[in-house]
């Protein structure tokens, strides 16, 4: 296997997405802020985790990455060269690049197509194989992600869910991609199933040195895969940084309530009786947005917005108040 580069594959910078929205059918048009101006460096062959609530801009970031849709403001580098999709020469040879692996395996494989055709398709869309080469090559994939070559002539609902997801990471690795962006990969299996595809993705990135973005609202699943995480809130990053230093050192209050939640399997981030619900990303906080949910909130955090600072080396938080480096041993997530 290739050691992985230190150099970045994939660089945002000041990503934004903002929509336009109306609240009934006569309500004045407003702006949602669902990504406002993220940065991040995910070197070639490590894995970045992306973490927080449903709100916080996680699918949205997703979305970006994968070029679904176009950002507001910022740009992305996919290994060196500025995102350019202006003609499908282009485009195709950016999902040659960055293939996705889909949260609900029940929906993203096409019911009326047999597992073969599903795992051959974006192959047989881009001209790499024809006849028997793309009968051989289907059934190569098929076995590197552990599944009979003989299930290529089945239907998605003769299979199981873990089946199903290794089906869609078998066709996500037909281009041979440089990076895969993963959203939710194992939120919609059982949990006994869950740990297989996960060491399944870790075992494949080894082999082929791969670069993963993995977006998870379950923080014991980025830990598990993470060589960086991003912990996002309402389209911002609250902390970011090696995953040891945001595990173990948490400066953040809302990591720090989400690594509390890990433990616990509370479905909440919010601690000291502050409100659970996330806020509106129409109608944003002043201040730091995670104030209203702070039992650490100031004056000045409802008054002035919190930049990234750095607090160690690759370490940053956007947080007013210097807290105790040290987690109690109780709230650690174990990966």
Known sequence: MTAPSPSPFLSAQALQKTYRVRSGIFGAS?????????????????????????????????????AAEPATAGTLHIDGAP?????????????????????????????????????????????????????????SLLTAVGLMPELADRYPNQLSGGQRQRVAIARALGLSPRALVLDEPVSALDVSIQAQI??????????????????????????YMSDQIGVLYLGEFMEVGPRDEVLRHAAHPYTRALIAASETRVDTAAGGGAPAEIPSPVALPAGCRYQARCSHATARCRAEKPLLRAIGTGHRVACHIDLPLTIPAQHEVHP
């Open 30 to 66: 407003q702006t949602l802020h669902a990504v406002s101006g993220v940065d991040f460096d995910v070197p070639a062959g490590t894995t970045f985790g992306l973490v927080g609530e449903s709100g916080s801009g996680k699918s949205t970031l997703a979305r970006l990455l994968l």
């Open 83 to 139: 995102l350019s999709l202006g003609n499908a020469r282009e485009r195709k040879a950016f999902h040659r690049l960055v293939q996705p692996v889909l949260q609900d395996p029940y929906a993203s494989l096409n019911p009326m197509m047999r597992i073969g055709e599903i795992v051959a398709e974006p192959m047989r869309v881009h001209g790499l194989y024809r006849g028997k080469a793309l009968h051989a090559r289907v059934a």
């Open 198 to 223: 996960l060491n399944l993705l870790k075992e494949i990135q080894r082999a082929q040195a791969l670069t993963y973005v993995l977006i998870s609202h379950d923080l014991a699943v980025v830990a």
